[in-house]
Antibody
Framework: QVQLVQSGAEVKAPGASVKVSCKASGYIFTGYYLHWVRQAPGQGLEWMGWINPNSGVTTYAQKFEDWVTTTRDTSIRTAYMEVSSLKSDDTAVYYC????????????WGQGTLVTVSS | QSALTQPASVSGSPGRSITISCTGT?????????VSWYQQHPGKAPKLMIYDVTNRPSGVSDRFSGSKSGNTASLTISGLQAEDEADYYC??????????FGTGTKVTVL
């Protein structure tokens, strides 16, 4: 079955880090880019960045360049997104989405991971 | 990179047509034919409705169509149905090799 399955909800304190995973199945993991998108409660979608699982090359929106890191482990077909120095306004649902390349054609989405930042 | 500008809300009666605009700049929407549109129902992941300005993925109703003129892309929904009530987002490739979403539009079927 072609799908992306993300890790479960997280609650973190301000200043901590969180690492969200996105496991691919049913397709060639290294044949597609993985993009990360977040959505704060009641707010719109925000593109964060992408990783090319084949090469490991990444690109981030300027806003996230200094505190978001995406990696991948091709042996287990999983991509990761780590957000550091969490603040309350990082509370959001984080999605991974499959894309053919760096362009915004996302044909498969994970179920989303809610990250709550609270003291 | 600033978000692309969309109207906050658009409404229409069943069977009618509506158009949602997505205004960017000459560095994003105006520069590339890489604009997509996503539909999102409450509590659900977004769904791809249009890609590369005008293309519809397999399985998406032909009531959805996309176009672009200059720095503004548009999504038209014809024959509006109750199930079309949702939030819609545009997204564009940019000259910085990044992507930027629109502000989102809530579509209401009257």
């Amino acid at each position: 079955q072609v799908q992306l399955v993300q890790s479960g909800a997280e609650v973190k304190a301000p200043g901590a880090s969180v690492k969200v995973s996105c496991k691919a199945s049913g397709y060639i993991f290294t044949g597609y880019y993985l993009h990360w998108v977040r959505q704060a409660p009641g707010q719109g979608l925000e593109w964060m960045g992408w990783i090319n699982p084949n090469s490991g090359v990444t690109t981030y929106a300027q806003k996230f360049e200094d505190w978001v890191t995406t990696t991948r482990d091709t042996s287990i077909r999983t991509a990761y997104m780590e957000v550091s120095s969490l603040k309350s306004d990082d509370t959001a649902v984080y999605y991974c989405a499959r894309g053919r390349d760096p362009t915004p054609q996302f044909d498969l989405w994970g179920q989303g991971t809610l990250v709550t930042v609270s003291s | 990179q600033s978000a692309l500008t969309q109207p906050a809300s658009v409404s229409g009666s069943p069977g009618r047509s509506i158009t949602i605009s997505c205004t960017g700049t000459s560095s994003d929407v105006g520069a590339y034919n890489y604009v997509s549109w996503y539909q999102q129902h409450p509590g659900k992941a977004p769904k791809l409705m249009i890609y590369d300005v005008t293309n519809r993925p397999s399985g998406v109703s032909d009531r959805f169509s996309g176009s672009k003129s200059g720095n503004t892309a548009s999504l038209t929904i014809s024959g509006l149905q109750a199930e079309d009530e949702a939030d819609y987002y545009c997204i564009s490739y940019t000259s910085s090799t990044t992507l930027v979403f629109g502000t989102g539009t809530k579509v209401t079927v009257l």
